[in-house]
């Protein structure tokens, strides 16, 4: 099982930008890909977007694509979701997710709440 902590959220106005990261530690050499979710307040958890850990291939929701950035640092196992540009809808607490195989998401952390102002 991969431990994951997340950390970076807060409070921002609509137009700004935050940097959620994603620890992990426990077997990261078995990660197939990095992923963060998030879920709003009466709304389901959605994807948002995904790093394969080998290839650093990326993917994006479209509501986030061109706004937000997945990235990862080897040496930290870490991953970062960059988020500019972000707006009230944008609001959620953003989870962190790990994928051993593909498609199957099994370690989650504990989520982090963003909140954007408008």
């Known amino acids: 099982q991969v431990q994951l902590v997340e950390s970076g959220g807060g409070l921002v106005q609509a137009g700004g930008s935050l940097r959620l990261s994603c620890a992990a530690s426990a077997r990261t050499s078995s990660i197939y890909h990095m992923a963060w979710f998030r879920q709003a307040p009466g709304k389901e958890r959605e994807f948002v977007a995904a790093?394969?850990?080998?290839?650093?291939?990326?993917y994006y929701a479209t509501s986030v694509k061109n706004r937000f950035t997945i990235s990862r640092d080897n040496a930290k196992d870490t991953v970062y979701l960059q988020m500019n540009s972000l707006k009230p809808e944008d609001t959620a607490v953003y989870y962190c997710?790990?994928?051993?195989?593909?498609?199957?998401?099994?370690?989650w952390g504990q989520g982090t709440q963003v909140t954007v102002s408008s």
């Open positions: 997710a790990v994928a051993l195989v593909a498609g199957s998401y099994g370690s």
């Open positions: 790093i394969n850990w080998s290839s650093k291939s990326t």
